[in-house]
C-alpha cells in the first residue's frame, strides 16, 4: 500500500506510546512499516532532497504534531512519552486523530499559524494537507527547479550557433576540463573546421586535447552520427 499521509500516523503512534514506555522515531518508523505492511521499496522511498526517508520524514512530523497538541512529552535523548492527555484521548477511543482533532487544543491553535508554509506554485498544491511541512517545501524546490532547468532550455534551443557553443565550451571547462576559460576552451565553429565546435585540453598543460561537437538535437544522437564525427581529421 501507499505510505500514509503524517495525519493517518498520528494515531498510530499513539497508540504505541500508550504502554507508558518512552519510545524513540526509529522504533516507531520501524513499527508503523509494520502496522501499514509497507514494502521494503516504500520503507526506503526518500524526500525529493534525499535527505531522508518519506517514512521517517511523516512519523517525525506526526510526533511534533501530538506533541505541540500536548498528547505526548519529549523525554531525553530525542524520545517520547504519552502524556495524560494523551491517555485521556485515547480513553474517547477515536476512529482518527489527525489536525482538526488537534484544534481542540489551544496550545495546538497556537503552533498551528506559525508552522505553515505558503508557497507560490503554477497551481495549487491538492493535497497541501496531508504534506508534511518538509515536503512542500522539497516539492516546491524541485518545482522551480524544473521550470527553471526548462527556460534554461528553452534558450538554448533558440539562441545562436555560436553562442550555444561557447555554453558547451564553458560547460567542460567548468566541470574541470583544463585551467581558465580563456586558454582552455576554444570554440572553433568555422567553415572549414571539419564540423569540430571547440576544442578543451584534458589538462593543464596541454598535452591532450577533446575535440567537441556541439549540436542542438531533438531526440537520440544515432550511431552514423557519432561515427561520423569520430572519423573526421
Known amino acids: 500500500m501507499a505510505i500514509p499521509d503524517y495525519q ?12 507508558h514506555e518512552e519510545h524513540s522515531i526509529a522504533e516507531t518508523t520501524d513499527m508503523l512499516a509494520k502496522e501499514f505492511k509497507l514494502t521494503e521499496a516504500e520503507q526506503e522511498e526518500l524526500l525529493p532532497s534525499g535527505l531522508e526517508t518519506v517514512l521517517k520524514n511523516r512519523a517525525r512530523w506526526a510526533r511534533t504534531f501530538l506533541k505541540k497538541a500536548g ?13 495524560q492527555r494523551g ?5 474517547e477511543k477515536p476512529s482518527r486523530i ?12 497556537d503552533f498551528r499559524p506559525s508552522s505553515q508554509v505558503v508557497v507560490a506554485t503554477a497551481e495549487p498544491t491538492k493535497n497541501a494537507e496531508v504534506r508534511t511541512p518538509q515536503e512542500t517545501l522539497d516539492g516546491s524546490y524541485q518545482e522551480l527547479r524544473q521550470a527553471l532547468a526548462q527556460d534554461v ?8 550557433p555560436h553562442f550555444f557553443e561557447r555554453v558547451v565550451v564553458n560547460l567542460l571547462v567548468a566541470m574541470g576540463y583544463g585551467g581558465s576559460r580563456s586558454d582552455a576552451g576554444q570554440a572553433v565553429g568555422q567553415s572549414g573546421d571539419g564540423g ?38
Open 8 to 19: 493517518s500516523l498520528m494515531l498510530p503512534l499513539l497508540l504505541l506510546a500508550s504502554d
Open 153 to 160: 532550455l528553452d534558450h538554448l534551443k533558440s539562441c545562436s
Open 196 to 233: 569540430i565546435d571547440g576544442i578543451i585540453k584534458e589538462d593543464k598543460l596541454g598535452l591532450d586535447a577533446i575535440y567537441l561537437q556541439a549540436k542542438r538535437w531533438e531526440g537520440t544522437v544515432g550511431r552514423p552520427v557519432v561515427q561520423g564525427f569520430a572519423r573526421k581529421p
Open 71 to 83: 498528547l505526548i512529552d519529549s523525554t531525553n535523548r530525542g524520545k517520547f512519552r504519552i502524556s
Open 87 to 91: 491517555i485521556e484521548s485515547l480513553e
Open 98 to 109: 489527525d489536525n482538526k482533532y488537534l484544534s481542540r487544543f489551544s496550545e495546538f491553535q
